[in-house]
Each structure stands twice: as C-alpha cells, then as structure tokens.
Nanobody, 120 residues
C-alpha cells in the first residue's frame, strides 16, 4: 500500500509563489510517472504537470512558463514550484503516483489534496 502526503498549500497574493511537495511512502519498489492535478470549485479535475522517472516533463498550457515540476527519486518526492500565481490558479492540488511494489504489483494512488488560494 502506498501513501502520498502533500504539503505547501496556502493563501498567496497574485504574483506570488508557492512550492508544493508530495512524499510517497509504503510498499514501493519504483515510482514511474508522478503528476500534479488540480480541481477548482465547480470544475473537473485537470492535469497541471507530469514528470517521468527519467525527468521528462509536460505541462498544461495554462501554467507553462510559470510552474515547474521536479522530483527527488531518493526521497520518493515530487515538487511543484508555482510562480506568478493568478487568481485562476486557485484550486485543490492533488499529487498522483504510478508505482511498482516489491512484488511488481502496479498501483496508482492519489494524495489527499492541498488547498491553494490566490487572492488579494
């Protein structure tokens, strides 16, 4: 079983920055893709950024040039650096991890979410 623990959300003014972290723990042999999603009130959950085990990244058009996803494989942790934040970035942010257990069982797990609010 895999647990994902997110941290780093909060209230920030427009133009400000936040850094989200998501640490994976539990029965993990390897972590493949890690990603950040977000869900604003009344909207569907959407992909924000994704990073492969080798470090390849991809971003939603709405965050390109402002957000950076990275990972520390030694710590089983993924980060999301968010700069130049806008009110429309307000949402609950979730991390997602695609993992392999020591028995080679694949698991896709979600964190509990962390609130990001961008407001003056």
């Amino acid at each position: 079983q895999v647990q994902l623990a997110e941290s780093g959300g909060g209230l920030v003014q427009p133009g400000g920055s936040l850094r989200l972290s998501c640490a994976a723990s539990g029965s993990i042999f390897a972590i493949n893709v890690m990603a950040w999603y977000r869900q604003a009130p009344g909207k569907q959950r959407e992909l924000v950024a994704v990073i492969s085990s080798g470090g390849s990244t991809n971003y939603a058009d709405s965050v390109k040039g402002r957000f950076t996803i990275s990972r520390d494989n030694a710590k089983n942790t993924v980060y999301l650096q968010m700069n130049s934040l806008k009110p429309e970035d307000t949402a609950v942010y979730y991390c997602k991890a695609d993992t392999l257990s020591p028995s080679m069982t694949r698991s896709v797990d979600w964190g509990q979410g962390t609130q990001v609010t961008v407001s003056s």
